[in-house]
């Protein structure tokens, strides 16, 4: 897989439940990043968790990450209907020093049936 | 609160024409990058500039492809000859601290049709 590959693709769960994401990656990071993206929108920062955290929370969020694995998880609890999004994960790349660019992952489309 | 401003917002194009993409910063920032993202695809890096000039670009950012800050608040991105495969949304993104150390503000993209 490529640096910052997301699943599922898509996930579609009713309101109120709570929605899992994956992302996965390939090289050493100095953090990682969580961002949403309403259809045709630009794109919004939630959470940044630095590769020395393991978990991190905000608000209905929460952000795992586990560096022995190269993997991350975002959670949004209580799931409403406004969470409908795709949400990318994107990580910037040690071995570059920290260089400027952040490659994401091609994102999981959240669908939330009312 | 301050944002990300982008113009044009949807912007059509011919074949081999130049193109320029405008973008508004928010005003304490420091570091500015362009990404763009083809229809259904990932989001990809292009370039970033900090200190009046590029500090990392990616292999997309090729001959074809300039940035420019012309003055204290406009960052614009310029495509010297489009071609089809650069129908894309363009994003441009501002941080105050870089280097991946803090959040990315991204605008609400231009999107541009090449035919």
């Known amino acids: 897989s490529q640096q910052g590959e997301e699943d599922p693709q898509a996930l579609s769960i009713q309101e109120g439940e709570n929605a899992t994401m994956n992302c996965s990656y390939k090289?050493?990071?100095?953090?990682l990043q969580w961002y949403r993206q309403n259809s045709g929108r630009g794109l919004v920062h939630l959470i940044l968790i630095r590769s020395n955290e393991r978990e991190k929370h905000s608000g209905r969020l929460r952000v795992t990450l586990d560096t022995s694995k190269k993997s991350s998880s975002l959670l949004i609890t209580a799931s409403r209907a406004a969470d409908t999004a795709s949400y990318f994960c994107?990580?910037?790349?040690?071995?570059?020093?920290?260089?400027?660019?952040?490659?994401f992952g091609k994102g999981t489309h959240l669908i939330i049936q009312p | 609160e301050p944002e990300v401003t982008q113009t044009p917002s949807h912007q059509v194009t011919q074949m081999g024409q130049e193109v320029i993409l405008r973008c508004v910063p928010i005003s304490n920032h420091l570091y500015f990058y362009w990404y763009r993202q083809i229809l259904g695809q990932k989001v990809e890096f292009l370039v970033s500039?900090?200190?009046?000039?590029?500090?990392?670009k990616s292999e997309i950012f090729d001959d074809q492809f300039s940035v420019e800050r012309p003055d204290g608040s406009n960052f614009t991105l310029k495509i010297r000859s489009t071609k089809l495969e650069d129908s894309a949304m363009y994003f441009c993104?501002?941080?105050?601290?870089?280097?991946?150390?803090?959040?990315?503000?991204f605008g609400e993209g231009s999107r541009l049709t090449v035919l």
């Open positions: 994107a990580t910037d790349a040690k071995e570059r020093g920290g260089a400027d660019g952040l490659t």
């Open positions: 090289t050493s990071i100095n953090n």
């Open positions: 993104a501002s941080s105050a601290s870089g280097r991946n150390t803090g959040e990315l503000f």
């Open positions: 500039f900090y200190n009046n000039e590029i500090s990392e």
